[in-house]
């Protein structure tokens, strides 16, 4: 009970935070004056309908109990209505400054929630089973469909209250109706003032999570920015050192034939200079545009297998496609992708396993295959595989290294290529990678 209390007292007195406050103001005014230009052109309709029935059915209308008070507001319907519709349709939200348009608000729904008395108390005179439907109605909808302020909707609750009191003075009512009228009044005042609270609070605590949400979102990409410019400040600058071990390293070897320790110091500065180059690419804000040259698929991936199976001594067999496929792709960037991709079937599977590199051809698209008979991927680190620093990365076979970026830049590659980079694989089986890209 104490919490409910507490909740209620909350929605109450609840008040945008002020880092958000005039933002809010802004925004809340805006959408309030969209309601008045929305909820005026429905009563213009549903008033000037009236009025046409009254007019085509003349006799008939005038039949009804309290046709002349009915008349009358329905005229004044129509009048503030055509009024508020004009001033919300004919000025934009730039016309008008905050003030302006927090009055204006004001006033519609002050003359809005007036006629909704009227035609309640009008009809109560005759019927008294529907004393409240329309004026509740009007408090509903004057409720859920703007967003008022705690110090201008009291305004409009001890106008209610005062309005409600004014109608049981003139009445012909005995003094114990006329009190029982007036607390109905101060109730119905409670009921606009609490239902307007809660919509006021869902409104603005939806805001503030919003604008929240962008300033969170706009720190995470200067932070991404800042991470981007310290990796490729690092990178570059340890590129330089890392030249200078590679050209000692190749020298030593020239010097020395085969030497162990100066070809563990020159695979290493590769190395480094491998994943230095890998990190440039994966923090890379904007990608330069692809410049695509149009090639022969088979000759192509030939050339490339014939690379991998001169410098290591494992079994490649390439399949060529039985027909002539020829793209438009960045040549270099797609050699990447697939050096990648070989390099990973090497280093996955035993050195006695040969490797299956496949070109072919579904319907307008071209397919390359790289296959294994490895270790395979595990189920759960699927989904992972292209992710950026991905936890899917695993060492070799022999200890090879991995910091989960090649198969992440690969994807992106192949992205920009408007291709696909798909994977299967079955534990202790062998994994395929496959890259679809669009036919010239």
């Known amino acids: 009970m104490f919490n409910q209390t507490n909740n209620l007292l909350h929605f109450l007195t609840y008040r945008t935070p002020d880092k958000f406050l005039n933002a809010f103001d802004a925004y809340a005014a805006d959408g ?119 110090q201008q909707m009291k305004l409009l609750v001890v106008y209610i209250i005062a309005l409600y009191f004014s109608a049981t003075q003139f009445s012909e009512l005995d003094n114990q109706q006329k009190i029982v009228n007036f607390m109905a009044g101060i109730i119905l005042g409670i009921v606009l003032l609490s239902f307007s609270r809660y919509s006021y609070y869902f409104k603005s605590s939806h805001f503030v999570k919003i604008k929240e949400l962008e300033q969170k979102n706009i720190e995470i990409a200067h932070l991404n920015n800042q991470r981007g410019e310290i990796l490729s400040f690092v990178a570059h600058d340890l590129r330089a050192p890392l030249n200078n071990i590679e050209a000692l390293s190749q020298m030593m070897l020239l010097e020395k034939g085969d030497d162990g320790e100066a070809k563990m110091i020159y695979s290493s500065a590769l190395q480094a200079k491998n994943i230095i180059n890998d990190l440039i690419e994966a923090v890379r804000a904007n990608q330069p545009e692809l410049q695509k040259e149009t090639f022969d698929l088979n000759p192509y991936l030939q050339k490339i297998v014939y690379k991998w199976e001169t410098n290591t001594n494992r079994k490649i067999i390439f399949s060529q496609a039985t027909e002539r496929l020829r793209l438009s792709a960045n040549a270099s960037k797609l050699e990447r992708v697939i050096d990648n991709l070989i390099s990973n079937a090497l280093k996955f599977s035993a050195v006695d396993k040969e490797i299956n590199v496949l070109a072919s051809k579904v319907k307008n698209k071209a397919l390359i295959s790289v296959k294994d008979y490895g270790i395979g991927i595990p189920p759960e680190l699927q989904s992972h595989i292209f992710e950026q620093f991905s936890k899917a990365g695993r060492k070799g076979l022999r200890g090879e290294k991995s910091i989960g970026l090649g198969l992440h830049i690969s994807y992106k590659i192949i992205e920009q290529h408007q291709g696909e980079l798909l994977v299967s694989s079955v534990e202790n089986q062998g994994t395929t990678f496959t890259i679809q890209l669009p036919l010239v």
Not at 56 to 70: R, T
Not at 95 to 124: G, P, W
């Open 32 to 150: 309030n004056l969209r309601s008045v230009k929305i909820i005026s052109s429905l009563i213009l309709v549903v008033s000037g309908i009236s009025r046409v029935l009254v007019f085509l059915f003349y006799e008939e209308a005038i039949k009804i109990q309290g046709y002349d008070q009915l008349s009358i507001n329905n005229w004044f319907q129509l009048a503030f209505c055509a009024v508020f519709f004009g001033i919300s349709a004919y000025l934009t939200p730039k016309q008008l400054s905050l003030r302006h348009k927090k009055i204006i608000v004001l006033a519609f729904v002050a003359l809005f929630l007036t006629s909704s008395f009227n035609i309640s108390y009008i009809i109560s005179l005759h019927n008294t089973k529907n004393t409240l439907f329309v004026f509740l109605v009007g408090i509903v909808t004057a409720s859920l469909f703007f967003a008022i302020e705690y």
